[in-house]
């Protein structure tokens, strides 16, 4: 089975800093990976995914991530945070399935980002 | 750009009562799935749905919840007797490959009292 552990449900950071938020997966084949955002009241938005080939993804707005398979992990970084960035960041998993070939997303708890001026 | 709508966007309803969650794919789009957010804790798996028939689901998609696309473009999740621990934001995604990237919804949020 596969699941998905993301280190600390808040994180604070000033606006131009650095964003780090950590994922790491568990899963019993080569997974797929996304970063959701989720604004106050939205839906969840595709930041970037991995699939396959290059390890370094990079997403919207800024962000980036790697795919690190030693280290099972797909931590979300953004050079230089804006006010913009606060929102809830989910790290997911995805195992396809033989046969229809569908599949599904394990879904991290979420990390708050949270932006000072 | 089209993006996956979903209605009502709150919905509060009574302990025991039916409800049905109502969410439009885009158009082009043959997976659908429905998860759920409770208040405060990550977003769960409920359903997934293809070529007109559950694919795969969860341990909480008991016989209480249901899913169809009754008319061809509306994809309805339906929960018989509402209980209070069904208070949820319930999203809609949908892709056009299983694999690929799955478009959410906006999500309805189910008040049960």
């Known amino acids: 089975a596969q699941s998905v552990t993301q280190l600390g449900s808040h994180v604070s950071v000033s606006e131009g800093a650095l964003v780090l938020l950590r994922c790491n997966y568990s899963s019993s084949v080569p997974p797929y990976l996304f970063w959701y955002v989720q604004y106050p009241n939205q839906g969840l938005q595709l930041l970037l995914k991995?699939?396959?080939?290059?390890?370094l993804v990079k997403g919207i707005n800024g962000f980036e991530a790697e795919f690190k398979k030693s280290e099972t992990s797909f931590h979300l970084t953004k050079p230089s945070a804006h006010m913009s960035d606060a929102a809830e960041y989910f790290c997911?998993?995805?195992?396809?399935?033989?046969?229809?070939?569908?599949?599904?997303?394990?879904f991290g708890k979420g990390t708050m980002l949270l932006v000072s001026p | 750009e089209p993006e996956v709508t979903q209605t009502p966007s709150h919905q509060v309803t009574q302990m025991g009562q039916e409800v049905i969650l109502r969410c439009v794919p885009i158009s082009n789009h043959l997976y659908f799935y429905w998860y759920r957010q409770i208040l405060g804790q990550k977003v769960e798996f409920l359903v997934s749905f293809y070529n007109n028939e559950i694919s795969e689901k969860s341990e909480i998609f008991d016989d209480q919840f249901s899913v169809e696309r009754p008319d061809g473009s509306n994809f309805t999740l339906k929960i018989r007797s509402t209980k209070l621990e069904d208070s949820a934001m319930y999203f809609c995604?949908?892709?056009?490959?299983?694999?690929?990237?799955?478009?959410f919804g906006p999500g309805t949020r189910l008040t049960v009292l």
């Open positions: 991995y699939t396959t080939g290059a390890t």
């Open positions: 995604a949908t892709s056009r490959e299983g694999p690929s990237e799955q478009f």
């Open positions: 997911a998993v995805s195992e396809v399935s033989t046969g229809a070939g569908y599949s599904t997303l394990t």
